[in-house]
């Protein structure tokens, strides 16, 4: 039996729904696939394989709408691979939309808020943007108690760098902020 008029234009939207109902969890274990697959090529210094692995996982966030928060941390990722790989533009834009939805969506203490501004000052400053940078870092320093171990380490390289390129470019004052 063929359905013709309104009643397949109805049946056919049914269907639709149906099928897009299923494309979101479908769409979510894509995306951590991928997830998975960009952490391991990290960790074994497979750079470009991450980059093109965190790439994926971010279109699957857009494409599955899963939530600004999936985003923001996929681009968090993408734009550290993509620093670490010397695209400082592209990882800027990246961090800066990363931060944006961070700070939309968490608490503004929040970790991950902090690492995003940390990752994204260490980016301006790789372009020798210091004192835009600068303004990127200084709010984390209040509670950087909160970083351990590594990521600790870091953000101390991090704001004795900073301390050093602004007193490269003349700015004393503010160089000393990040004299710890």
Known sequence: MFVHGPTCRLLLAFATLCIAGCAN???????????????????????????VTYYRALVNDHIGDLGDLLIAQDEYNLGRI????????????????????????????????DRCRVE???????????????????????????????????????????AAGLRQIGLEDRAKIFDL
């Open 25 to 51: 969890p479908l769409n979510r274990v894509t995306h951590d696939r991928y997830l998975e697959d960009g952490q391991v090529a990290e960790r074994n210094g497979n750079l470009n394989a991450a980059e």
């Open 82 to 113: 993509k620093r670490h790989l010397h695209k400082f533009g592209e990882a800027e834009e990246l961090l800066r939309n990363s931060l944006i939805l961070d700070e939309k969506i968490l608490k503004p203490d929040n970790l991950d808020t």
């Open 120 to 162: 994204l000052s260490v980016t301006l400053a790789a372009q020798n943007k210091w004192e835009e940078g600068s303004h990127f870092l200084e709010p984390v320093l209040p509670d950087a108690s909160r970083f351990t171990g590594n990521e600790r380490e870091y953000l101390s390289e991090a704001c004795r760098v900073f």
